[in-house]
């Protein structure tokens, strides 16, 4: 099914011809980062794309009043320090969002990974942390291991499954980013690492990371993930942690 597309401008809409040529990766992002917006839209669904910090607010006025007449779910995909992606079934759900991110709209992020802990029994878990919580056989593929080093007071990786989170973004190789233990991101992911290890109780957590995707374009990726004591002659010497990206339940923006 054919979808109609439009670049917002300054509050003033307009429709890109059927026949016209796409226009490539860099032209769309300079547009972006002049304060257009891009609107997709056809029966399977409508898409709103803009760059938050840009002068776009005016075109977003005009959409949100014309998204009652478009045909849901709604995507919102925006960019904020990375690139946001949000789905709404009904339009005033998508208007409301809109309006919200459009009056914090001057927010930067110094931060680049949230962390929220959640209740082990939280139904907002994915089945996939579920069921590593409720099984005696751990999903080994799905796994990374991580040691913790006491004479650098880091947890280094020793293992990235094939099938895990980080391994499925960047790869099993050592020198990849799955494998690195320093910088922001890790230090940021290792604190829920470092109670795991003084309880020796499982922790359970939302995650929202703004990572470099294979596009080289930095992306937020909200995940859940379940952290597990790695224990050898009754001693904690690492977790081990299962990471599936899901919807989380809080916003930054």
């Not at 226009?23 to 056809?42: D, F, H, N, P, Y």
């Not at 995507?75 to 459009?102: K, M, N, P």
């Amino acid at each position: 099914m054919k979808a109609t597309r439009f670049w917002v401008a300054n509050g003033i809409m307009r429709r890109v011809d059927e026949g016209a040529a796409p226009l490539t990766a860099q032209e769309e992002r300079k547009s972006l980062e002049a304060g257009e917006v891009r609107l997709t839209t056809g029966e399977i669904g409508t898409e709103v794309k803009w760059h938050v910090q840009t002068p776009c607010v005016a075109s977003l006025f005009v959409i949100i009043d014309w998204l009652r007449g478009a045909h849901g779910p709604y995507v919102l995909r925006f960019f904020a320090s990375g690139w946001f992606e949000e789905f709404y079934t009904t339009a005033s759900e998508a208007a409301v969002r809109i309006d919200a991110i459009i009056s914090r709209g001057d927010r930067h992020f110094p931060v680049r990974t949230f962390v929220q802990k959640v209740e082990t029994r939280e139904k907002s878990l994915s089945s996939l942390i579920q069921h590593c919580l409720t099984t005696t056989h751990l999903p080994e593929d799905y796994l990374v291991d991580c040691t913790f080093e006491h004479n650098t007071e880091r947890f280094v990786v020793d293992r990235v499954g094939p099938r895990s989170l980080m391994g499925r973004l960047y790869g099993q190789s050592d020198n990849s980013f799955a494998h690195q233990s320093t910088g922001s991101f890790s230090e940021a992911v290792s604190e829920g690492y470092r109670e795991v290890l003084t309880t020796g109780r499982p922790r359970t957590d939302h995650v929202l990371a703004a990572l470099r995707l294979s596009n080289n374009q930095v992306h937020w990726v909200p995940y859940h993930r379940l952290i597990l004591p790695q224990i050898k002659d009754g001693r904690t010497y690492g977790v081990k942690v299962v990471a599936d990206a899901a919807k989380i339940n809080f916003k930054v923006i």
